[in-house]
């Protein structure tokens, strides 16, 4: 990215280089990055005084977020999971197109298995996520922070590593 700055000191006009915008990642920052610096500072201080005090006040409430959080865990893993099943499921399909699964007679029982197998782990990570709460005094907790971690990196490891070797053998079918 490329800018061109005007003598007041605003960007005028910014450019599109290949190399950031190509890999999907693009963020316009001021020619000079320096000048954001003092007011990142300044606001590390307000804005880490309204996380203590909105975490201090949810902890107050556990008892109603529990049942909140545990909702919100099976949403999220039913759309997590649900996505890396499809994602697995193409790249075997067109990766060997004989394997079991990837027949046409078996679908059926491939979409049972997988519908089962996505509510079983949303079931479980809402339950986790329950009882992982259960007590004020032992957060953070330990194993929910790892199960936290795992719900989120297997799926998203699973999906965005497919897609690379999708992508890198020229394999663009849906």
Same mark, same amino acid.
């Given at each position: 990215?490329?800018?061109?700055?005007?003598?007041?000191?605003?960007?005028?006009?910014?450019?599109?280089?290949?190399?950031?915008?190509?890999?999907?990642?693009?963020?316009?920052?001021?020619?000079?990055?320096?000048?954001?610096?003092?007011?990142?500072?300044?606001?590390?201080?307000?804005?880490?005084? !309204?996380?203590?005090? $909105? =975490?201090?006040?949810?902890?107050?409430?556990?008892?109603?977020?529990?049942? #909140?959080? %545990? @909702?919100?865990?099976?949403?999220?893993?039913?759309?997590?999971?649900?996505?890396?099943?499809?994602?697995?499921?193409?790249?075997?399909?067109?990766?060997?197109?004989?394997?079991?699964?990837?027949?046409?007679?078996?679908?059926?029982?491939?979409?049972?298995?997988?519908?089962?197998?996505?509510?079983?782990?949303?079931? !479980?990570?809402?339950? $986790? =996520?329950?009882?992982?709460?259960?007590?004020?005094?032992?957060?953070?907790? #330990?194993? %929910? @922070?790892?199960?936290?971690?795992?719900?989120?990196?297997?799926?998203?490891?699973?999906?965005?590593?497919?897609?690379?070797?999708?992508?890198?053998?020229?394999?663009?079918?849906?």
């Amino acid at each position: 990215m490329s800018t061109e700055r005007s003598g007041a000191g605003h960007v005028s006009r910014m450019r599109r280089s290949r190399g950031p915008v190509q890999s999907g990642l693009f963020i316009p920052l001021p020619g000079d990055w320096r000048t954001c610096i003092l007011p990142v500072i300044g606001l590390a201080t307000p804005v880490g005084l !309204l996380v203590v005090n $909105f =975490s201090a006040w949810v902890i107050s409430q556990l008892g109603a977020f529990r049942w #909140g959080v %545990a @909702v919100s865990a099976f949403i999220s893993a039913l759309i997590l999971n649900g996505l890396t099943a499809v994602n697995v499921y193409r790249y075997v399909r067109n990766r060997w197109p004989n394997f079991v699964i990837s027949r046409q007679e078996n679908g059926t029982w491939v979409l049972v298995g997988a519908i089962t197998l996505i509510l079983l782990t949303a079931f !479980l990570s809402s339950v $986790f =996520s329950y009882v992982g709460m259960a007590n004020p005094r032992h957060l953070p907790n #330990g194993i %929910a @922070v790892i199960t936290g971690f795992l719900g989120v990196m297997i799926p998203l490891g699973l999906s965005l590593g497919l897609n690379r070797k999708r992508r890198a053998s020229g394999d663009t079918r849906g």
